[in-house]
Structure formats: C-alpha cells, structure tokens
C-alpha cells in the first residue's frame, strides 16, 4: 500500500486540511478539496523546511508533511514498479495464468523475470493467476503443489467484484494449504492477494 498523511495543501494562496495518500502511480488528495495528481505528470518534486512541492500537468501544489515530505519526494523520483512490489528478481521463473496485461507482462520482462505462459512448471518461484470466477481458485491446490516451498502465488481479481472479493480468495487459499500475507495495487482494474505455503509446513 502507499503512504498516507493528515496534512496540509496549499494552492496558490488558499490552504485546506486533509489527508495525501501517495500510490505507486498517483498522489491523491482528500479534505478541504479534492485534488489527484498521476506521477507521470510531475514535472518537478523538491522537499524543503517540511514541504513537499509538486510541479504537475495542472499547476503547483505543496504539502506539509514535516519530517516525511523527503521521503515522499525521492519516492516520487524513484517509484518502485510493479515488479519491484511483487518481490520479482531477475532470473526468477514467473508462472503467468490468465494474466494478459501488457505492461505488467513488459515490467517483469524488464525486471529480467522469465515468463512461463498458461502452465505452472515444477519449483516455480512466482505464480501470477487472474481470477474471474471463484471456479477458478479450484487451481490453487494444483499449483501448491508445484511452486517452490517458499515460492509465492498472487491471486489477481478484479476490485468490486463480490464473488472473487479477498474473502473468496482467503477460504480458497486455506483449503490449498496457504496462507495470506499482502495485497498490491496490481492494475487500474485489479488487485492481487500474496499466498504462501505457511513457514511450518515448507
């Protein structure tokens, strides 16, 4: 998840009070106004004396953050990619099910993953599986199976859909034999719930 704080926006000359929650690809702001800046859109980021100023698409703006508005800032200049969140490292054999996204698929390439397409191969170190349907979770016993003891399955699903919701996913994952751990933003459209075969049974 991203960074979350009460603070301050200034824009121009008015202020308003409210919270900033900085995600891997926006920094979004709720309170007095509303305001939401895509990172791709920032231009410029400096911290300094505690403010953090974004020069955006839009304009100016800058939040009081005190001790954090550094951090924020190189966050903002180096964001951590997908990959990086999903614990990818290169080499790493990625089994990829139902996922069709083109640039997740092109982020873990760069990160230098090997993708393995449509199968889970045996002692695979990462499964990325998209769910539509709970049906679909029938798979993760199969797949447990397979991965590496301390290999990792992401269970994508698409947010706001009832029937694949993480409490679908969770009660799935126990009857495989795993357990849950983390959950990333994956895509604009999805979410993705890390399993693990639990420590005492590797």
Do not use: C
């Amino acid at each position: 998840m991203g960074a979350e704080a009460k603070t301050t926006l200034r824009i121009g000359r008015q202020s308003y009070q409210g919270t900033a929650l900085l995600e891997s690809d926006e920094l979004r702001f709720r309170g007095g106004t509303r305001l939401r800046i895509a990172l791709r859109d920032v231009s410029a980021v400096s911290a300094k004396d505690g403010a953090l100023r974004i020069e955006h698409a839009n304009g100016v703006a800058s939040f009081l953050l005190g001790d954090a508005a550094e951090a924020w800032a190189e966050k903002i200049r180096s964001p951590r990619t997908l990959a990086d969140k999903l614990g990818v490292t290169r080499g790493m054999r990625v089994a990829v099910i139902d996922v069709d996204d083109k640039e997740v698929l092109d982020d873990l390439l760069a990160k230098g993953a090997e993708l393995v397409i449509g199968a889970v191969p045996q002692e695979a170190a990462m499964v990325l599986l998209r769910v539509v349907r709970p049906s679909q979770l029938a798979t993760l016993g199969a797949m447990t199976s397979r991965i590496a003891r301390n290999g990792t399955i992401w269970v994508v699903h698409p947010r706001g859909d009832a029937s694949v919701a993480d409490t679908v996913i969770f009660a799935a994952a126990r009857d495989a034999g795993l357990t849950y751990t983390k959950v990333v933003r994956f895509s604009e459209r999805d979410t993705a719930e890390k399993l693990v075969i639990p420590r005492a049974a590797r």
